[in-house]
């Protein structure tokens, strides 16, 4: 494709999804870990002790890999706008330069961090329902027999959803899903793409950072934005994640009324920390799946294009 050529959205959207669905796979049973750990993670001592428990209880399948069709579903909703949008508008960002006569990666840091926003924001709210059956999916194997709403598959956690609590509800928790979901692609996404630019321009990894196919210049990019990511979010993660599974009493009065109150109510009862409980496995998972799947969505977009992703 030359040069001066734009990757159509609808493209970068499917690279997007492909990329994100290769890191599921590979990462899911972190995420299921993480879930349970943040949803009660009094039961466990640390990380290895939950994956221990949650594969002696449910096994492989129906444990470490518990609700992995929302995961792909999410990818779908949420991966693919995410990362695609994010590339999009940094590519046209890139020929506005060119077309202006300046180089065409002379993009402010901060407007990087902006086109993250932007991708994170429109990717969270529209995959909020995919989201929330992934936690549900996740943390129901946890419950006792008698409590466990027992979903098919993440088609069967919808409709169920709709059914028992109105449609509305599959956007319960995108308040947090959103924030969480802004900082986190602005801060991967963004820093991911200014480190390696700084990178390419120090010369350490070759010409364009070219050694090795670009993979360890790759990787020294997204583990940094990892880290990063991952501690700015993590505590939107827990609210997130203990709104989406409260329980429901019998007057259908959920356990927080909103994300502030449920900030205020584990905060009292747990300590400030509790903001990052399952920073382990949730940066176990992310730094991987960071990896993976931008790594995944450069050499696709550079296969088929002949171009960047990021």
């Not at 949803?39 to 096994?59: L, P």
């Not at 995944?296 to 992703?309: I, M, S, Y």
């Given at each position: 494709m030359p040069e001066s050529d734009s990757i159509p959205l609808s493209q970068r959207l499917v690279f997007g999804a492909l990329a994100g669905m290769g890191a599921a796979t590979f990462c899911h049973p972190l995420d299921v870990i993480r879930v349970q750990m943040q949803?009660?993670?009094?039961?466990?001592?640390?990380?290895?002790?939950?994956?221990?428990?949650?594969?002696?209880?449910?096994?492989l399948v129906e444990g470490l890999y518990a609700g992995v069709s929302a995961a792909y579903l999410r990818q779908w909703m949420y991966g693919s706008f995410r990362i695609g949008i994010y590339a999009y508008l940094l590519e046209q960002?890139?020929?506005?330069?060119?077309?202006?006569?300046?180089?065409?990666?002379?993009?402010?840091?901060?407007?990087?961090?902006?086109?993250?926003c932007c991708s994170g924001a429109?990717?969270?709210f529209i995959g909020t329902p995919s989201e929330l059956a992934l936690v549900r999916l996740s943390a129901d194997g946890k419950l006792p027999p008698a409590e466990r709403r027992n979903y098919a598959n993440v088609i069967d956690c919808l409709v169920q959803i709709t059914k028992s609590e109105g449609f509305t509800n599959l956007w319960r928790g995108a308040t947090p899903t959103v924030i969480r979901a802004t900082l986190l692609s602005a801060t991967t996404?963004?820093?991911t793409s200014e480190i390696k630019g700084k990178l390419i321009k120090s010369g350490w990894f070759g010409p364009n950072g070219s050694n090795f196919y670009g993979l360890p210049m790759m990787f020294c990019s997204t583990l940094c934005s990892s880290f990063i990511a991952n501690s700015v979010s993590n505590p939107f993660d827990v609210m997130k994640s203990r709104m989406q599974s409260m329980p429901i009493d019998a007057y259908g009065k959920p356990l927080y009324s909103s994300m502030g109150d449920c900030f205020t109510k584990s905060v009292k009862s747990e300590g400030v920390f509790v903001l990052w409980r399952g920073f382990t496995p949730a940066f176990v998972k992310l730094a991987p799946y960071t990896i993976i799947s931008l790594t995944?969505?450069?050499?696709?977009?550079?296969?088929?294009?002949?171009?960047?992703?990021l």
């Open positions: 949803t009660d993670g009094a039961q466990y001592k640390n990380t290895v002790d939950a994956a221990t428990k949650i594969y002696g209880r449910a096994g960002t890139q020929l506005q330069n060119v077309s202006q006569g300046r180089d065409k990666n002379d993009i402010p840091f901060s407007r990087k961090l902006a086109m993250g429109v990717g969270s996404l963004g820093v995944l969505v450069d050499k696709l977009t550079k296969a088929f294009t002949g171009k960047d992703a």
